[in-house]
């Protein structure tokens, strides 16, 4: 079964760039959820979408924005990176914003140096 | 205020041995439980969630779970320790907070099996 895929599983960037991270959901899941997991922490939620509108709102800090588009993909944009942005990236995805079934991506390593 | 607990970041068992993940969570009304778990370098796997039908939930790879009202807890447990259960376990609720829905975790639990 085709499960979220987040790209890219890796990234690399240095402190005061920006970056760009991509979730394609489960195909005719129309709900995408963010989350950030610092080094050895539990995952925090950041935003979530449905059906292309921003549905709820975490702890996301002003420099990140985030956006779902027509095909139901999302992409986390980050600017003005520190230090302690770097985290795992998840991005989780379920049908018609059931947030008890969220299905989760493999993640996204970012590491700001 | 809501909130989950996991009691003990790590946890140590022999192979074959039981496995015992406590999950305590603070809530007003009753919630949707959740275990999920995390392979090193890799994303979350839900393991089994409770949604307010059965208190005793069997999940994948032989864990299960039970729902104790009176006690607020949610515990994950799984007869015999296999070496392939080396994790991190993250238990999580769905707390209603600010009029949304919201998916809290818990800090997590590092399983490791000893041969």
Not at chain 2, 19 to 33: D, E, G, I, Q, T
Not at chain 2, 47 to 68: C, D, Q
Not at chain 2, 89 to 96: D, E, G, I, Q
Request: glycine fraction near 8%; include cysteine.
């Amino acid at each position: 079964a085709a499960g979220v895929i987040q790209s890219p599983r890796h990234l690399i960037k240095e402190k005061r760039e920006t970056a760009t991270l991509k979730c394609y959901p489960i195909p005719r899941h129309d709900t995408v959820y963010w989350y950030q997991q610092g080094p050895g922490q539990d995952p925090q939620f950041l935003i979530s979408f449905y059906e292309k509108m921003q549905s709820d709102k975490g702890s996301i800090p002003d420099r990140f924005s985030a956006q779902q588009f027509s095909d139901y993909h999302s992409e986390l944009n980050m600017s003005s990176l520190e230090l302690g942005d770097s985290a795992l990236y998840f991005c989780a995805s379920s049908l018609d914003g059931r947030t008890y079934e969220q299905y989760f991506g493999p993640g996204t390593r970012l590491t700001v140096t | 205020a809501q909130s989950v607990t996991q009691l003990g970041s790590h946890v140590s068992v022999s192979e074959g041995a039981l496995v015992l993940l406590r999950c305590n969570y603070s809530s007003s009304v009753p919630p949707y439980l959740f275990w999920y778990v995390q392979y090193p370098n890799q994303g979350l796997q839900l393991l089994l969630k409770y949604t307010s039908a059965a208190t005793l939930v069997k999940g994948i790879n032989g864990f299960e779970a039970e729902f104790k009202k009176s006690e607020t807890s949610f515990h994950l447990t799984k007869p015999s320790a296999h070496m392939s259960d080396a994790a991190e376990y993250f238990c999580a609720v769905r707390f209603k907070i600010q009029g949304a829905q919201k998916l809290v975790f818990g800090q997590g639990t590092r399983l490791t099996i000893n041969p």
